[in-house]
T-cell receptor, first 112, second 112 residues
Framework: NAGVTQTPKFRILKIGQSMTLQCTQD?????MYWYRQDPGMGLKLIYY???????DKGEVPNGYNVSRSTTEDFPLRLELAAPSQTSVYFC???????????FGPGTRLTVT | GENVEQHPSTLSVQEGDSAVIKCTYS??????FPWYKQELGKGPQLIID?????GEKKDQRIAVTLNKTAKHFSLHITETQPEDSAVYFC???????????FGSGTKLNVKP
């Protein structure tokens, strides 16, 4: 079991560029989440999904989009990158709601 | 939405001493309270969790207490070791909304 994998590990974007952060889990979890973590802060939920084809907004969804076409994959799309999106992004998954979330290693994104 | 506050932001203890980290939450419907440990450069990892029908839970040197009336819960680490040094996050969620709200984190430093 690889758990939750994320690619890339690091990325530098110019303002206005777009990119997709990839997330894959091999635990057959229904629930998947995207968080951002700003320096010295906790994690804030961007989007989450309760199963293939079902997604919903979290606390800070503006500037991001997600899709969930399979149980395993939950990519996060950044359109028109802005400096405010400089952060570390974590993907997580859980078997059920209110159960342990398993986190990936994170993607460090810098927008300049 | 839920508001989770965590204190202190940094905590320095001598090896062998105890460490206590406290969190408060605002939504009385919250019923699941996990604690995560994040080591440098890694994603958070669950160390212990408690549900609202339980007042205390213990796992070796780690314990969590919950006071639903006062809406606060605490993490207790006894006999601290240098490998306990990390950032610890509390979180709260309800079973209705599939959303986790994280505290801002406590950086624990255990001095040998």
């Amino acid at each position: 079991n690889a758990g939750v994998t994320q690619t890339p590990k690091f990325r530098i974007l110019k303002i206005g560029q777009s990119m997709t952060l990839q997330c894959t889990q091999d635990m057959n979890h229904n629930y998947m989440y995207w968080y951002r973590q700003d320096p010295g802060m906790g994690l804030k939920l961007i989007y989450y999904s309760v199963g293939a084809g079902i997604t919903d907004k979290g606390e800070v969804p503006n500037g991001y989009n997600v899709s969930r076409s399979t149980t395993e994959d939950f990519p996060l799309r950044l359109e028109l990158a802005a400096p405010s999106q400089t952060s570390v992004y974590f993907c997580a998954s859980s078997l059920e709601t209110n159960y342990e979330q398993y986190f990936g290693p994170g993607t460090r994104l810098t927008v300049t | 939405g839920e508001n989770v506050e965590q204190h202190p932001s940094t905590l320095s203890v001598q090896e062998g001493d105890s460490a206590v980290i406290k969190c408060t939450y605002s939504d009385s419907a919250s019923n699941y309270f996990p604690w995560y440990k994040q080591e440098l450069g890694k994603g958070p990892q669950l160390i212990i969790d408690i549900r609202s029908n339980v007042g205390e839970k213990k796992d070796q040197r780690i314990a969590v207490t919950l006071n639903k009336t006062a809406k606060h819960f605490s993490l207790h680490i006894t006999e601290t070791q240098p490998e306990d040094s990390a950032v610890y996050f509390c979180a709260a969620s309800t079973s209705n909304f599939n959303k986790f709200y994280f505290g801002s984190g406590t950086k624990l430093n255990v001095k040998p």
